[in-house]
Each structure stands twice: as C-alpha cells, then as structure tokens.
C-alpha cells in the first residue's frame, strides 16, 4: 500500500517557516506519510487556464494541502487546490490567521491526528469573477476565496462606479473603490473597510464601499443565488484595478464591468478543532469578553472583599 501523500506549501521568505518546514517533514514521514514539496511559485494569471493547469500539477492525488505560513500562504495555496476537492490545513506562522486551523507548537499533535483521520472538512464558497472590458468580445474569468476589489488605479482620484443586485441598478457613488467579498473573506479586506463580520457557515456575499462620497453607500449582504455587479461610469476620471484575494489582477478601463456570483467549486477546508466561530474571533482578535460585573468578583475575590463594598 502507498503512503498518503501530503503535499506542502510554505512562505519561503521567512526564516521561521523554513525550521517548520524540516520540522513538519520530519514529523510527516515519521508518521507514514509521504510528504511532497511543492515549489512552483503559485501564480496563477487571471483568466489563465494554462497557469490552473500547470500550478495544479501532483495535487489531485493528495490527501491534502498543508500550508505554513499566514492567510496569505493559504490563499496561495488555494490556488493549488481549487477545483480539485483536495483540502488545505494551515499552520499559522502569520499574524491574525483566520483561515489556519493550528499554530506550530501544536504541529506534533496535529500530525498525529491527521495520521489517525482525526480531521473533518468544510467547503468554503468562493466568488465566480466575470469582467467585460470596452473592446474586447470575450470576458476575462477568475475566482475568489476572501473577495474581489475594485480599487480606483490613480491615488489622486476617486472612481465613479455604479453598482447593481441580480442585475439590476441600485446606486452609483464616487469611492476609492468597493470590495466584493464572501462570508470567509468579511473578516480581510471587508473588515478593514467596516464591513460586517459574517460567520463563515452563512451562504453570503457582500459589497463593501471604501471611502464612498454618497448617503447610500453601505455595506451589503446578499443571497448565494444573488449576483452583485460593478461598473466604471464614463464620468469617472480614474480607471480601476481589480484583485482577487490580493494576488490575481486585472486592469479595468473606464467603462468596465465586473459581476460576481457564487462559483461552483467551493475551497474545502480540514478542521482538527471543533471550536465554534465565536472562540476564534474572541482569540484573533483578543476581545475583552470579561465583563465589568465578573472582572469586579474576580478582583474582589483576589483582594478578599466582597463586590459591590467598598474597601
């Protein structure tokens, strides 16, 4: 019998990354898994089927991704596994890291979970990205785990856009741009322009205006069925520039147009935790969820008094 192939990713431009990576080898094959070092540099063109096709090479039979590094390893990866039903697990070497699901000191036990199929997976939906550009007859296809951002490409001005639900006109606003994202990518760049944080288990989209000019510029949130589309008005004095997950780009002349709905193929995503959603934002983020009635028993408990008296 053949042993289970793992194939990883790592952020090579960090030194910590590289002591992981021998760690997780050495652990991997101690625990009768073949482990496969993936070194292509993942960068894959927007509306390249070419580049699918070659960066994906050796993953499809795979028992999964593992990823050291930060969200942005993972997206990375996820150009790896996507459309192939493989499942990423992310070691977080980063900062935040929403989408890793353990940190490196926890890398022994993890192994040998994933030895004894101790895991679970979990689809993530992404955004099927659809641009039409003044000129040219066929669109320009990609795709998105975290969002799609339509960003203005001269800094000194604004860009003029409309936007549209299931095709139909809503509102048009000058902004620095406006983020279409999911459910798994309203804690990235959607957060960061006052989007709300949505549980990744709610089948959602949004759009998320960045610094609009306009009394109708909220933030969004639509049905899996819906569809939310961009255009680049004839009035605005600024082209645009799209991103996927920050790493896929595409220019956008005035006059272009982008939709997104939801894709087909989902991320997949191994779970060792079983966590609720709640606990990692509360961890991410170090919120203070000790109120001011428990913080006061607790001192009072400390100092020997009684809550509520004074001292």
Not at 100 to 105: T, V
Not at 202 to 211: C, E, G, S
Request: net charge negative; aromatic share 4%; hydrophobic share 45%.
């Amino acid at each position: 019998m053949s042993a289970r192939k793992v194939v990883i990713v790592a952020h090579g431009g960090r030194p910590e990354a590289l002591v992981a990576l021998t760690e997780t080898i050495r652990e991997l094959q101690a625990a009768g898994f073949e482990a496969v070092l993936h070194d292509d540099d993942l960068a894959e063109a927007f509306g390249d089927p070419v580049d699918v096709v070659r960066t994906r090479e050796g993953v499809g039979d795979a028992e999964l991704v593992l990823v050291l590094g930060g969200d942005g390893t993972i997206l990375r990866a996820a150009e790896l596994t996507h459309g192939t039903g493989v499942p990423l697990l992310g070691v977080n070497l980063g900062h935040v890291g929403f989408l890793a699901e353990f940190d490196r000191e926890d890398l022994y036990l993890a192994v040998q979970r994933l030895a004894a199929g101790e895991y679970t997976v979990e689809e993530r939906g992404v955004l099927e990205v659809t641009v039409t550009r003044p000129g040219e007859d066929e669109p320009l296809r990609g795709w998105a785990l975290n969002e799609a951002t339509l960003e203005k490409a001269d800094r000194s001005r604004m860009i003029e856009v409309a936007i549209a639900v299931d095709g139909r006109p809503l509102s048009s606003f000058g902004c620095d741009g406006v983020v279409l994202s999911t459910a798994t990518g309203s804690t990235a760049h959607a957060f960061s322009a006052g989007g709300p944080v949505v549980w990744p288990d709610v089948d959602a989209m949004l759009l998320v205006p960045i610094a609009a000019h306009a009394l109708f510029a909220r933030p969004l949130v639509v049905g899996p069925s819906s569809s939310l589309g961009l255009e680049i008005l004839a009035t605005s004095v600024s082209p645009g520039m799209l991103t996927c997950d920050g790493r896929r780009r595409v220019d956008m002349p005035v006059g272009s147009r982008v939709e997104v709905r939801r894709g087909p193929e989902p991320i997949r995503l191994a779970r060792l935790s079983r966590a609720p959603f709640t606990d990692r934002l509360v961890d991410k983020f170090a919120l203070p969820v000790v109120g001011w009635r428990q913080l006061a028993a607790s001192r009072a408990a400390h100092d020997g008094a009684t809550p509520g008296k004074g001292n």
